[in-house]
C-alpha cells in the first residue's frame, strides 16, 4: 500500500504543477479539468493514506502527527490550487503547503517503520 500512497501523491504534485501552470497561462477550462482530476487523486491519497494508518495505529503519536501534517498538506495543495486558479495571492498557502509537506516526509520516511532511516 505504500507504493500506491508515494505514488499518488507524486501524481498530486505534479498535477498541482500543470493546474497552476495552466491557470497562468490563462488556460481555464484546462487547468478547471486538471483540478478536479486532481481533486479525485486526493481520494486516492486519503484511502491509501488511511490503509496505512490503520496498519501502524499502534506505532505511537508520530503516525497521528503524519496523518494531521498529510491532512494540512492535502488542504493547503487544494487552497493554493484554488487561489491561483482564481488568480488571487496564494503564498501563505504554498508556504503552508512546503512545511506540511516536509513535515510529512520527515515523519513518513526518517520515523515511520518503511521509512529509510535504519531503527
Given amino acids: 500500500m505504500a507504493h500506491l500512497h508515494i505514488t499518488s501523491w507524486v501524481l498530486a504534485f505534479i ?22 482530476i486532481l481533486r479525485l487523486d486526493y481520494l486516492l491519497i486519503l484511502y491509501s493514506g488511511g490503509s496505512l ?16 501534517a ?19 495571492p496564494a503564498g501563505i498557502w504554498w508556504t503552508q503547503f512546503i512545511i506540511a509537506v516536509a513535515i510529512a516526509l520527515i515523519l513518513g520516511f526518517g520515523f515511520l517503520p518503511m521509512g529509510i532511516l535504519p531503527r
Fill in 53 to 68: 494508518f490503520a496498519s501502524y495505529a499502534s506505532y505511537g503519536p508520530l503516525v497521528i502527527i503524519k496523518l494531521l
Fill in 15 to 36: 498535477l498541482l504543477a500543470i493546474v497552476v501552470s495552466l491557470a497562468k497561462k490563462g488556460n481555464e477550462k484546462g487547468a478547471k479539468i486538471t483540478q478536479m
Fill in 70 to 88: 498529510g491532512l494540512w498538506a492535502i488542504a493547503s495543495m487544494e487552497m493554493a490550487a484554488v487561489k491561483t486558479y482564481k488568480h488571487k
